[in-house]
């Protein structure tokens, strides 16, 4: 009986010990919240917590960081807070969005360079513009626009695109210039001969990733084929080829869970087959995978076994609790089922996927599995 590794699930558990939220002396605010980030980069666990375990192991006792940002933006009566962290080392970058009750609505781990964010209001719309600017091939200077929409109870990356180059002592850019319910329109600048000068892009949003998106997305192409043909022998580490893709992003009502950009969200899905009973909540599925991860909330009164087909095992202790089965085979695929509880909060994650891949992609299982949290 093969199982998942849960080295990743332990940690979570040890550093999930209480579940209260930002009790200080008075409200939240920025210079409170930047104290708690650093107690948590300093190792303190307890401040981690408050967090919705914002830092990672990665990050501990690692002070050495350009940049710690936490700016505050007031929507509908009440502040929500960014927290933009960066260091020399892109992959501890972060992004977070919190509301005033400390809730995590956000966290991106996807960026690159030297950030930069900030609030941005368009009508009775709130967002928060943030700004990537890196290197590749050593002397080719990028920028890349990620836009997050803040709501009341939620936070989501709706736009993400590069939005300059600088190469051979030219300048292109791709900017904003309209922003509304159904699309982003953007214009193009270049050198003349670039074929991308004084052009636009359409941006159309697409409801099921909640994101705009273009069809064409003609300068990234144009950037695309720029880096492609330079040639260049370089000495830097290079940025990969996501820079021009979707990376990690979290989602979530209730709980939190990173995926990559191939991961598509299917809402509401009723699990039918799977488990002893139905139970309806949000499916994400990968076609490059052949795989699905499924998030289900356990109604009150009910609990993981009324719903499970196997017996749980590797229980944690504590406040929050985790409890898993062994993966178990069903017909062609392999099977894991997850319940995450904390006091009256319980959540199912499914795992269904072929044996194969499985097997071939146990560290993109693993990370996933790892990065989900319910509100407790």
Request: charged share 25%.
């Amino acid at each position: 009986m093969h199982k998942i590794s849960l080295y990743f699930v332990l940690i979570i558990s040890f550093t999930l010990t209480s579940c209260s939220i930002f009790n200080g002396d008075k409200e939240l605010d920025s210079k409170k919240l930047r104290a708690l980030v650093l107690e948590a980069i300093n190792g303190d666990y307890d401040a981690n917590v408050k967090l919705s375990g914002l830092i990672d192991t990665q990050h501990y006792l690692k002070t050495d960081f350009n940049q710690l940002t936490v700016e505050s933006g007031f929507i509908n009566y009440k502040y929500y807070y960014f927290v933009l962290l960066e260091y020399y080392d892109p992959t501890l970058n972060l992004f977070a969005v919190y509301d005033n009750n400390l809730k995590l609505l956000l966290l991106d781990k996807s960026l690159n360079g030297n950030l930069s964010a900030v609030w941005t209001d368009k009508g009775n719309r709130h967002f928060v513009f943030l700004q990537e600017r890196f290197q590749t091939k050593d002397i080719i200077n990028l920028d890349r626009l990620s836009i997050y929409e803040v709501m009341d109870t939620a936070a989501e990356l709706v736009y993400r695109s590069l939005s300059k180059l600088v190469k051979d002592n030219e300048t292109s850019y791709q900017t904003i210039e309209e922003i509304s319910g159904d699309k982003i329109v953007t214009k193009l600048s270049g050198p003349a001969d670039s074929g991308i000068h004084n052009k636009r892009d359409t941006f159309d949003f697409n409801p099921v990733s909640k994101k705009y998106l273009s069809k064409a997305n003609l300068f990234n192409e144009y950037v695309k084929t720029e880096v492609a043909d330079f040639r260049w022998i370089t000495t830097k580490p290079q940025i990969p080829a996501s820079t021009f893709g979707d990376e990690k992003i979290n989602y979530g009502d209730g709980y939190q869970i990173s995926l990559r950009g191939d991961w598509q969200k299917v809402a509401p899905y009723t699990e039918s087959t799977l488990l002893k009973e139905n139970l309806t909540g949000t499916k994400f599925t990968n076609t490059n995978l052949n795989s699905s991860i499924t998030v289900l909330m356990i109604p009150q009164g009910k609990s993981g076994e009324d719903y499970s087909l196997y017996n749980f095992s590797n229980t944690t202790s504590g406040i929050y609790k985790i409890r898993s089965t062994e993966v178990y085979s069903m017909g062609d695929n392999f099977n894991q089922v997850i319940e995450h509880s904390c006091g009256d909060n319980k959540f199912l994650l499914l795992i269904d996927s072929p044996k194969t891949i499985f097997e071939q992609n146990k560290q993109v299982f693993e990370e996933i599995i790892s990065s989900f949290l319910i509100d407790c």
